[in-house]
């Protein structure tokens, strides 16, 4: 099996180790234009397998993509955000199944139609919300499925991230909103099975005065109402010296489960005998081993025709209808209804 990775940032490069790694893979394309960053990708894979065996051959490739798509098994492509939309077509449209980084789209009427264009083609694709490949999620998933929360009635989240983004980057996030909490928007109502009805988010600018350039923030807070009554937050850090913090606890009548606890989530009990971790998560990549991996291993297998994809394109329609409200109540200071990815209509309710 030969598989292409096209974008070779810190996530890309990432992907492209899982994949080496992964059984029944037997080539890793790198696809880029910069001949000088492809080859450095290629030599720090080289140095990462040191003595280890069974990973698959690594190439490298400044070819367009469209040139090399029809000697490729796979392609899995984490390029800027601005370009996901016009590469999923054209991967799409040459029937090459596809892993592809999120955000697919920016919005929800862009997401749909496009939604509609890539089903068309038959193509199998996978768009990377890894939080539904990692144990720990599929388990709080699970517990609410059996009943063990009982009747929902709280939703917390945590979502910091340790090191600031570049602060090139910044202006290319498209806010916090659709670049870090939009997992949170995705990961929520897949776990509980419960939309929801209104959202508010307020926030600052504490660390990096960039954000504010670009109405943005980087220290944030967001509500969220359920169908059911129940009601749920989302504390969120673009940069905490703690270390990489994502969680989600679930509570209901009958018991509280979460996902995220462990000897390596950077929080410190001030409680008699509590010790601060030996070891917190440090990145995104160091806190989903597990998600990555098994995301990976889930695109070769659907690539075999052993799987089908957990997260088709429709898949993140609700995660971008939560951020566009969530971007809206930023942004007025009031409480947004999420737009129904069934309508195009959106509320912005009164205090």
Do not use: C
């Amino acid at each position: 099996m030969r598989v292409g990775v096209a974008g070779l940032g810190r996530i890309g490069a990432m992907h492209a180790r899982n994949l080496a790694r992964t059984p029944g893979v037997d080539e890793v394309v790198l696809i880029g234009r910069d001949a000088g960053r492809t080859e450095g990708v290629r030599t720090r894979l080289d140095e990462q397998r040191g003595a280890e065996t069974g990973w698959a051959s690594v190439s490298t490739t400044v070819d367009p993509l469209t040139d090399v798509l029809p000697s490729l098994d796979g392609v899995l492509v984490a390029s800027a955000t601005d370009t996901h939309a016009d590469l999923a077509r054209v991967v799409a449209d040459s029937h090459t199944p596809l892993l592809i980084e999120k955000p697919l789209a920016l919005g929800v009427d862009e997401l749909t139609e496009l939604s509609r264009d890539l089903d068309a083609t038959g193509t199998p694709i996978m768009v990377a919300f890894h939080r539904r490949y990692d144990p720990g999620y599929q388990r709080l998933r699970q517990h609410v499925l059996d009943g063990d929360v009982g009747t929902l009635r709280l939703v917390q989240a945590t979502e910091n991230d340790h090191h600031a983004l570049p602060v090139d980057y910044i202006p290319q996030s498209h806010g916090m909103w659709l670049d870090l909490l939009v997992h949170d928007f995705d990961i929520i109502p897949w776990v509980v099975g419960d939309p929801v009805v209104e959202i508010s988010m307020i926030g600052s600018v504490l660390d990096e005065p960039v954000y504010g350039d670009h109405q943005d923030t980087d220290t944030a807070m967001v509500t969220l109402r359920f169908a059911s009554g129940a009601v749920g937050s989302i504390g969120a850090l673009r940069r905490s010296g703690a270390g990489q913090d994502v969680r989600l606890e679930v509570t209901g009548t009958n018991g509280a489960f979460g996902a995220g606890y462990g000897p390596r989530t950077p929080i410190t009990s001030t409680e008699p005998g509590g010790v601060a971790p030996a070891n917190p998560y440090d990145t995104f990549g160091d806190r989903f081993v597990p998600a990555f991996e098994e995301e990976i291993a889930h695109f070769v297998r659907m690539i075999r025709g052993e799987s089908e994809s957990l997260t088709p394109p429709a898949a993140g329609l609700v995660a971008t209808a939560l951020a566009e409200a969530a971007a809206e109540s930023f942004h007025t200071g009031r409480p947004v209804r999420p737009r129904s990815t069934a309508s195009t209509t959106r509320t912005t309710t009164t205090a």
